[in-house]
């Protein structure tokens, strides 16, 4: 089945630590999205992707960085940077500008 | 800017009763518009999209939406709400940014169908 996978479900950082979320899609989709989620705010866009080997910050792309080098991955990496880093992270995909998104089904991370 | 809002944090809906999620949109240009719906510890679902056509949009799972564009509202409904239907529904814009594609998600409306 095709989708969207997003790894690991659950995530503990140690202050001072940077760690990965990983998204993959079997989609064939051009563009790539993350978001942060926290309760009462909806979804923050923190980095998208049209194309491979290009990304735009997002409005809340403090602390974090990504990577497209292939068309069907696109990992986040929150730096020690992000001074408040619990949240729950939605990773999306989509085909064209007027389609919809298909999401992940999420990871959530905390810190220890 | 694009924008969308969600008026209210919660709506409670006895079971069978007919429900309205409401969101307004400010964009500049014509509006595509989005319903998702998220379960809890889950990612979002697609439900419907209002691109351009008919102003009632029809979609997943029973719902439908009303495309208003002198009131700029997109407010999602249901005939006959189910307690399955309990979940937190967000509404959504496209932005176009410098050529760049992506959605503006309103806070979010929690549904509670109540038995």
Known sequence: DGGITQSPK???RKEGQNVTLSCEQNLNHDAMYWYRQDPGQGLRLIYYSQIVNDFQKGDIAEGYSVSREKKESFPLTVTSAQKNPTAFYLCASSMDRVDGYTFGSGTRLTVV | AQSVA???DQV????GNPLTVKCTYSVSGNPYLFW???YPNRGLQFLLKYITGDNLVKGSYGFEAE???SQT???LKKPSALVSDSALYFC???DRDGGYNKLIFGAGTRLAVHP
Not at chain 2, 12 to 15: G, Q, R, T
């Open chain 2, 92 to 94: 959504a814009v496209r």
């Open chain 2, 73 to 75: 509202s997109f407010h």
């Open chain 2, 6 to 8: 969600q008026p209210e």
């Open chain 1, 10 to 12: 659950y995530l503990f």
């Open chain 2, 36 to 38: 998702y719906v998220q």
């Open chain 2, 12 to 15: 409670n809906v006895a079971e």
């Open chain 2, 67 to 69: 495309f208003n564009k």
